[in-house]
């Protein structure tokens, strides 16, 4: 039987789980800080490029990251009702 004691969300590898960069817009939450995503869209008939940015509530338990820096982010258990993803 194997004792596996990497139950932590952060330490399993990044081949299963998505990774997204960001940057941080709110840290006005217990433990969590919102992060934008930005990605690049084609628009199906036009071929215009154009931006798309979507919000994360991400997991932050030491509460180290504030408004404006760059994170990375991982997908993970639910951990609350809108909380997917742990800071890297």
Known sequence: MKNNKNTSPRLVSPGLKRILKGIVVSDKMDK???????????????????????????????????????????????????KRWVVL
């Open 32 to 82: 969590t800080i919102v992060v934008s995503v930005e990605r690049i869209k084609k628009h199906p008939q036009y071929r215009r490029r154009f931006r798309v940015f979507k919000k994360y509530k991400v997991h932050d338990p030491e509460k180290k990251y504030k408004v404006g820096d760059k994170v990375s982010i991982q997908e993970c258990r639910p951990i609350s009702k809108e």
